[in-house]
């Protein structure tokens, strides 16, 4: 590998194999030729010649851009809070466009992307005279667009906000949202933070971020580990629009203090949710069905073609889901609930521990959509009952496989479940 040292105030880049632009950030590169850090334990390597680049981005003087990002390039960042915006399409903090690229932090916590006017002192701030709307029309933080094999590592997220363009994805692969099909494979996000602070008076702000770390229309493999996400008024994690080929993985996360802990619109397939913790939402785990721009539906949680049930959430600590005063856009999860299967399917729950919750441990309900579906849905899998109504029906029912060791409380259940065809 070559490593090339980027420096200046800002980085906000477009990586689609041609060099950063933003109106404010400025790099400067050393000469190749120093040893480059193996990208898993971080030791210094030989110098190469030819082959990946890893590219170090950090505060100092100002200097031109090196060469853009590659294939198989390493983007590593220095602490630092980079305020990143783009008042114009693509409406984002950092676009990704390159496939097999690694943006790595190099200090989680103090590695900030903010969306805000805070300052670097003092970032991710609440006051609402400091947030960046964009005017309005809102903005995402970091996004992959259509770029299989992208990692995105050890970095915070915040305050990037939603508006009349939509937008307030702090972190996003984006496989080809509203176009009903698969755009994206492999992708991984690692030691994440994606939060925001914006704390206005409505809790039902048309400002509000919306996703924390925000996958959809991919069909991985896929990994989404040792993350945290919070204060988002749709979920705190979503990966949806990927029918039954979602191939993803989550593991070891926390999803908190939002609309939904997990969200995962028509979404199933191989889909496992594992040894996380997801607490002090409305609702925790809701996979859903819904006959809207996430075509097509439903959620069914089999593999393509079989009966192997194939999406499973297992070994989470679900708990203390009852807030009522989290930031909440569109839909809001049934206030109280662990696990919500939302007009879904072949879901399988099982060996969590689900305790707490004031109104359901698990529940699986039908869905009546009255969205007017783009074209590509058209309630697949659903039953329509008028022109304006798409009905997802109960059409599975909880069969415990394990129980108890204690009775719980009311509502509340650490259980081995799956859901199955009813009758």
């Avoid at 304006?388 to 909880?398: E, G, V």
Wanted: aromatic content about 6%; charged content about 10%.
């Amino acid at each position: 590998m070559r490593r090339w040292w980027l420096a200046g105030a800002a980085f906000a880049l477009t990586l689609a194999g041609a060099q950063g632009i933003a109106g404010s950030q400025a790099f400067a590169a050393a000469a190749p030729g120093h040893g480059a850090r193996d990208h898993v334990t971080g030791a210094l390597a030989g110098a190469a010649a030819s082959g990946p680049n890893v590219l170090l981005v950090c505060n100092g003087s100002t200097k031109p851009c090196p060469p853009g990002a590659s294939p198989g390039d390493w983007i590593l960042i220095w602490p630092g809070v980079y305020h990143e915006k783009s008042a114009q399409w693509p409406t984002a903090g950092v676009w990704i466009q390159t496939p097999g690229l690694h943006i790595r932090g190099l200090d989680r916590n103090n590695v900030i992307i903010d969306g805000s006017n805070g300052t670097a002192s003092q970032p991710c701030p609440s006051d609402p005279s400091l947030q960046d709307t964009n005017g309005g029309a809102g903005r995402d933080g970091i996004v992959v667009y259509k770029a299989s094999g992208v990692t995105v590592q050890n970095l915070t997220v915040c305050d990037y906000l939603a508006g009349s363009g939509g937008h307030g994805n702090e972190i996003w692969w984006n496989g080809g949202d509203k176009s009903g099909t698969i755009g994206m494979g492999a992708y991984r996000g690692s030691y994440l933070s994606a939060t925001s602070m914006y704390g206005p008076s409505d809790v039902h702000s048309p400002n509000l971020a919306q996703y924390g770390i925000f996958v959809s229309n991919a069909q991985g493999p896929g990994v989404i580990e040792h993350s945290y996400g919070s204060n988002m008024a749709d979920a705190a994690y979503y990966i949806g629009a990927c029918q039954q080929v979602c191939h993803a993985t989550m593991t070891h996360d926390i999803g908190t203090n939002s609309n939904l802990g997990y969200s995962g619109t028509n979404a199933g397939g191989p889909l496992i949710i594992k040894d996380s913790m997801f607490s002090g939402n409305r609702a925790g785990i809701v996979p859903n069905s819904l006959n809207n721009d996430d075509a097509p539906p439903p959620q069914n949680g089999q593999c393509a073609g079989t009966t192997t049930l194939c999406t499973i959430i297992e070994h989470n600590v679900i708990k203390n889901n009852n807030n009522p005063n989290v930031p909440t856009s569109g839909l809001a999860g049934a206030i109280g609930t662990g696990v919500e299967i939302s007009g879904g399917a072949y879901d399988t729950v099982r060996d969590n521990l689900i305790i707490h919750n004031g109104a359901w441990g698990v529940v699986t309900h039908d869905f009546p959509d009255t969205e007017t579906p783009p074209p590509g849905s058209h309630c697949q899998g659903g039953i329509q009952v008028s022109p304006q109504l798409c009905d997802f029906p109960p059409t599975a029912t909880s069969r415990p496989s394990g129980c108890c060791r204690t009775p719980p409380p009311r509502g509340t259940a650490s259980t081995a479940t799956a859901t199955r065809p009813a009758g």
